[in-house]
C-alpha cells in the first residue's frame, strides 16, 4: 500500500462548531443533520443542560444546551444558533451551538492529547486537540457527553 493510500484510510471528517468563544469538533459519522434554532418546550424533570424538545417531522427529538453540559454559561439562542442532530448510541439528540464553524479532514497524527493539566472536563468528554491554522480545536466524544444511564433520560 502506498503512503498516499495510508494517508486517505487513516483519515476522518469531523465537524468543528463554537460555544462561546472555544471551537469543539465531533466526528461527521454521528452527525445526521444541522439545522437552524427551533425553540424547544421545556420537559418537567429533565436534566439540568437538557432545554426541552422539539417535533423533527413527526419525531419528539431532545434539545441539549452543550454550553451548561461542558459547564459554560448557558446559552441564548437566537436565529443564528443551530442544532446539531446527533446519532448517541441508539438515541438521536439535538445539540444547540452556536455556529457550525468547518468541517475537517485530519488524520490521527493531527490529534494531540490532552494536557496531563486537563480540567475534569477535559477528562471526561475530550478525546484531543486539534491545532489547526492558528486555532485549538477540542475533540469531542458524543458516547462520553451522554453516558448510557442519562442518555436514557434524553
Given amino acids: 500500500m502506498t503512503l ?6 487513516d483519515a476522518r471528517e469531523l465537524i468543528a462548531f463554537r460555544i462561546g468563544d472555544q471551537e469543539f469538533c465531533v466526528d461527521i459519522m454521528s452527525v445526521r443533520e444541522i439545522r437552524g434554532w427551533t425553540p424547544a418546550t421545556p420537559m418537567p424533570h429533565s436534566p439540568y443542560y437538557m432545554l426541552g424538545v422539539i417535533n423533527l417531522r413527526g419525531a419528539v427529538l431532545p434539545i441539549v444546551d452543550l454550553a451548561v453540559r461542558f459547564g459554560m454559561r448557558p446559552s441564548e439562542p437566537t436565529v443564528r444558533h443551530v442544532i446539531i442532530v446527533a446519532q448517541v448510541r441508539t ?13 475537517l479532514t485530519v488524520t490521527n497524527d493531527n490529534i494531540q492529547p490532552t494536557p496531563d493539566m486537563s480540567s475534569d472536563f477535559e477528562r471526561t468528554f475530550a478525546r484531543g486537540v486539534l491545532a489547526i491554522d492558528k486555532r485549538m480545536i477540542c475533540l469531542i466524544e458524543l458516547d462520553a457527553v451522554f453516558p448510557d444511564t442519562e442518555s436514557e433520560a434524553a
Fill in 4 to 9: 498516499a493510500k495510508t494517508m486517505i484510510n
Fill in 91 to 103: 438515541k438521536v439528540v439535538g445539540l444547540l451551538v452556536e455556529a457550525v464553524s468547518d468541517i
